[in-house]
């Protein structure tokens, strides 16, 4: 086999030869900066999932701001005008990495860091848990509020290997409060493989479709999402916290638990940024976020650039919080 590995090669190799220098080598991608404009605008064009869920038109977009760009254009102003096209996509799975700089990010929340400071775990921790564990870094901290539970998620990943001791440690408890504020999100399997505890039966809590090919058309078939049965049901009411900070594996654990008849969804709508993402790299070396999913909840709607909503809107403000307040989590307490 290996003989015949070599003798194809040296064929197409010899083909090579006879064709012109132009065919037989493919020339890097340019750095200059319309070349990296183009390579960005056109990696989108082909492999982004959302234009239709946030309502963009990419092509008026490239129309806006192609003129902007010329052989002469700095880093910095090319940058700032990338940022600027990235901006009218308003997405949280979308940002701009550049060497010694800040990354920017699409979604002006968290680019912003707007309303960041609502939501304090510390103060969580100091103020209302009577006890405080905590595991994998920081990554899930739970104790108990009176005859309640409190578990905290910082991510979407390793952590979720801890669900099953905390919800042996809260065992008894008349009720959780499920926290995801400020869920930076991670790898969202863990949301659903972990789950177990939580369903007392199989449920349907989304389906997804990721994109295969360059045409606007070019997706996987649906895969349909569900959470299954595992270990000691925990069969206690349950009120889940999210802000405008719960973002991607975080939404979709949020879905998860919206699957759930014993659920109630508390707090600020969720970030919108639900599709998975890919990084990639421009022939000058910045990297960048490209998001390549179509999400539909079970209720067969996408919330992509929208967040899922809760059941009772409930919002934290700054005066609250610096008086050692937190008003969502206290009108959670308050619901069991």
Same mark, same amino acid.
């Given at each position: 086999m290996k003989?015949?590995?070599?003798?194809?090669?040296?064929?197409?190799?010899?083909?090579?030869?006879?064709?012109?220098?132009?065919?037989?080598?493919?020339?890097?991608?340019?750095?200059?900066? =319309?070349? %990296?404009?183009?390579? $960005?605008?056109?990696?989108?064009?082909?492999?982004?999932?959302?234009?239709?869920?946030? @309502?963009? *038109?990419?092509?008026?977009?490239?129309?806006?701001?192609?003129?902007?760009?010329?052989?002469?254009?700095?880093?910095?102003?090319?940058?700032?005008?990338?940022?600027?096209?990235?901006?009218?996509?308003?997405?949280?799975?979308?940002?701009?990495i550049r060497p010694n700089r800040?990354?920017?990010?699409?979604?002006?929340?968290?680019? =912003?860091? %707007?309303?960041?400071? $609502?939501?304090?775990?510390?103060?969580?921790?100091?103020?209302?848990?009577?006890?405080? @564990?905590? *595991?994998?870094?920081?990554?899930i901290v739970y104790g108990k509020i009176g005859t309640l539970g409190y578990i905290h998620l910082k991510y979407i990943g390793l952590n979720l290997l801890g669900l099953d001791e905390a919800l042996n440690y809260l065992d008894g408890v008349e009720g959780l409060i499920f926290d995801l504020r400020h869920n930076a999100g991670g790898d969202f399997t863990y949301a659903y493989s972990e789950f177990g505890r939580l369903t007392n039966q199989e449920r349907f809590a989304h389906r997804s479709q990721t994109k295969n090919g360059t045409g606007p058309d070019d997706y996987t078939p649906w895969y349909d999402w569900n959470i299954y049965p595992k270990g000691k049901y925990f069969d206690k009411p349950i009120v889940l916290l999210t802000d405008r900070y719960t973002i991607s594996a975080g939404e979709r654990m949020t879905m998860a638990f919206k699957a759930l008849p014993n659920v109630v969804h508390l707090g600020d709508t969720t970030n919108g940024a639900i599709s998975t993402k890919i990084l990639k790299e421009l022939p000058n070396g910045w990297v960048y976020s490209v998001a390549t999913q179509h999400i539909e909840f079970l209720d067969g709607k996408s919330y992509e650039g929208i967040g899922l909503i809760p059941d009772e809107v409930i919002r934290n403000t700054k005066e609250e919080v610096e008086a050692k307040v937190d008003h969502q989590l206290e009108v959670a307490i308050k619901r069991f």
């Open positions: 003989h015949y590995i070599k003798y194809f090669a040296l064929f197409f190799f010899a083909i090579g030869l006879i064709q012109c220098e132009k065919t037989a080598f493919v020339p890097e991608p340019g750095k200059d900066p =319309e070349a %990296i404009f183009e390579a $960005l605008w056109t990696s989108f064009q082909n492999d982004y999932a959302g234009f239709d869920q946030r @309502h963009v *038109d990419w092509q008026e977009q490239y129309q806006r701001f192609r003129p902007q760009v010329n052989a002469n254009t700095t880093d910095d102003a090319l940058a700032n005008t990338i940022e600027s096209m990235l901006s009218t996509l308003d997405d949280g799975h979308v940002a701009l800040r990354v920017f990010y699409s979604n002006k929340i968290v680019n =912003e860091e %707007i309303d960041h400071e $609502l939501f304090n775990l510390e103060l969580i921790k100091t103020h209302y848990l009577q006890d405080v @564990h905590s *595991d994998y870094g920081g990554g």
